[in-house]
């Protein structure tokens, strides 16, 4: 596709309730990142995949959160058990290559609200 | 990973040129720097990035003085259109990737008419 492609919008769910948030990276990155966004707050690093290379998965905030990417494109952020806290916009992002030079390209994210 | 501030806010009118400035006194010697403007249910678009003296594009300028320790954005003349909030990202080492470096709470920029 043109873009990072998140999935769904928006999600929500009741407490204590399982989610899955998908994203869909540009075609060809090797780079995947997820990130969470509280109301007029920064971004919050939580996972990334590089390659075939085990996930970094220190940026993960509990042992509820979990993300997998298949066949290095499709990923799929995992909340377990949600919480109130949980709520929050997750946003995605893939870069072409892991370097310091590489740009990173976001999603539109999917906004979580967990009642 | 370097940690960056920046104002919370900035007010601005149309035509005028904005500087945005942000610190990173902890800046390491492989880390580029990156800024990032994000608009309202959207994910943050890159707009510009530079290692040293002076990068420009057709959106910004970035200035880096020698020491590294602060940055400034520089958006020209600017519209309605540019209030957004904008991010200031410092690389987090030659081995790691921008993107595993935490962005902060950004400079929300209101452009008024």
């Known amino acids: 596709g043109a873009g990072v492609s998140q999935s769904p919008s928006n999600k929500v769910t009741e407490k204590g309730k399982d989610v899955e948030l998908r994203c869909d990276p540009i075609s060809g990155h090797t780079a995947l990142y997820w990130y969470r966004q509280s109301l007029g707050q920064g971004l919050e690093f939580l996972i990334y995949?590089?390659?075939?290379?085990?996930?970094?998965k220190s940026g993960l905030p509990s042992d509820r959160f979990s993300a997998e990417r298949t066949g290095g494109s499709v990923s799929t952020l995992t909340i377990q058990r949600t919480q109130q806290e949980d709520s929050a916009v997750y946003l995605c992002?893939?870069?072409?290559?892991?370097?310091?030079?590489?740009?990173?390209?976001f999603g539109s994210g999917t906004q979580l609200s967990v009642l | 990973l370097a940690k960056t501030t920046q104002p919370i806010s900035m007010d601005s009118y149309e035509g005028q040129e904005v500087n945005i400035t942000c610190s990173h006194n902890n800046i390491a010697t492989n880390d580029y720097i990156t800024w990032y403007q994000q608009f309202p249910s959207q994910g943050p678009r890159f707009i510009i990035q530079g290692y040293k003296t002076k990068v420009t594009n057709e959106v910004a300028s970035l200035f880096i003085p020698a020491d590294r320790k602060s940055s400034t954005l520089s958006l020209p003349r600017v519209s309605l259109s540019d209030t957004a909030v904008y991010y200031c990202?410092?690389?987090?080492?030659?081995?790691?990737?921008?993107?595993?470096?935490?962005f902060g709470d950004g400079t929300t920029l209101t452009v008024k008419p």
């Open positions: 992002a893939s870069s072409l290559l892991q370097g310091i030079n590489e740009k990173l390209f």
């Open positions: 990202l410092v690389g987090d080492g030659f081995n790691t990737n921008a993107g595993k470096s935490t």
């Open positions: 995949f590089q390659g075939n290379s085990a996930p970094d």
